[in-house]
């Protein structure tokens, strides 16, 4: 029996693109988190993640270039977390789910959506490069919790006369406004606040629907 060790087969050039790239935008989240987004610089990044500074400008071309991968990248990995939560459930279940799904998140994945966060607020500077990236973000956010809305109003679930693109919104912007004080306050009871905004969802969508199970008006 030979002694000689295993010859590892070699990466082909596709997995060595990927590989540097998950490397580079997992450097780009930790300096995000550290230093901020003036604080990350494609010289930093490339330390970080092992390679040369021309390696970063080479794939990404700039600084904004980079910013715009990582943002795209997590928010690729939200979005394929929240599909497979909520799976083939509509109306009031989905939002419910994707709720537990934020929660999840936060407690499994807390440094990808600082990153992710972080990136969304700062691209309200009208001069942030990347600000086409998180538009198209937030829109199919709210196109996702919109089409599972008014498949609960073609369900009979919730009133027809609800506004789904309104109510989508609302959806959106709670959940944003949360993730925003959890950032800020390190230590809010976000567990607590998870559940006052599941049990929210039902109170709101079917308030004024007798047969939605919510209060009726």
Same mark, same amino acid.
């Given at each position: 029996?030979?002694?000689? +060790? /295993?010859?590892?087969? !070699?990466?082909?050039? $596709?997995? #060595?693109? *990927?590989?540097? &790239?998950?490397?580079?935008?997992?450097? =780009?989240?930790?300096?995000?988190?550290?230093?901020?987004?003036?604080?990350?610089?494609?010289?930093?990044?490339?330390?970080?993640?092992?390679?040369?500074?021309?390696?970063?400008?080479?794939?990404?071309?700039?600084?904004?270039?980079?910013?715009?991968?990582?943002?795209?990248?997590?928010?690729?990995?939200?979005?394929?977390?929240?599909?497979?939560?909520?799976?083939?459930?509509?109306?009031?279940?989905?939002?419910?789910?994707?709720?537990?799904?934020?929660?999840?998140?936060?407690?499994? +994945? /807390?440094?990808?959506? !600082?990153?992710?966060? $972080?990136? #969304?607020? *700062?691209?309200? &500077?009208?001069?942030?490069?990347?600000? =086409?990236?998180?538009?198209?973000?937030?829109?199919?956010?709210?196109?996702?919790?919109?089409?599972?809305?008014?498949?609960?109003?073609?369900?009979?679930?919730?009133?027809?006369?609800?506004?789904?693109?309104?109510?989508?919104?609302?959806?959106?912007?709670?959940?944003?406004?949360?993730?925003?004080?959890?950032?800020?306050?390190?230590?809010?009871?976000?567990?607590?606040?998870?559940?006052?905004?599941?049990?929210?969802?039902?109170?709101?969508?079917?308030?004024?629907?007798?047969?939605?199970?919510?209060?009726?008006?």
């Amino acid at each position: 029996m030979s002694g000689a +060790a /295993p010859v590892r087969a !070699r990466r082909t050039q $596709l997995e #060595r693109t *990927a590989l540097s &790239d998950r490397k580079l935008a997992e450097a =780009a989240i930790s300096l995000l988190i550290e230093r901020g987004i003036s604080g990350t610089t494609l010289i930093a990044i490339g330390e970080r993640a092992g390679y040369s500074r021309g390696l970063v400008t080479h794939r990404f071309g700039s600084k904004a270039g980079l910013l715009a991968h990582v943002h795209d990248a997590i928010a690729a990995h939200w979005i394929e977390w929240v599909q497979s939560r909520v799976g083939d459930a509509t109306g009031v279940q989905a939002l419910e789910r994707v709720v537990d799904a934020l929660y999840e998140f936060i407690v499994e +994945a /807390p440094d990808e959506l !600082r990153a992710l966060y $972080l990136l #969304r607020y *700062a691209s309200i &500077d009208p001069a942030a490069e990347y600000r =086409a990236n998180v538009a198209k973000f937030n829109k199919a956010q709210r196109r996702d919790a919109q089409s599972w809305i008014e498949a609960g109003k073609a369900a009979g679930e919730l009133s027809p006369a609800l506004d789904a693109h309104i109510a989508a919104e609302l959806f959106c912007a709670s959940a944003d406004g949360l993730i925003y004080r959890w950032m800020v306050i390190p230590s809010l009871p976000v567990r607590e606040l998870h559940d006052q905004l599941r049990d929210g969802i039902r109170d709101s969508l079917c308030a004024a629907h007798p047969g939605g199970g919510g209060k009726q008006s």
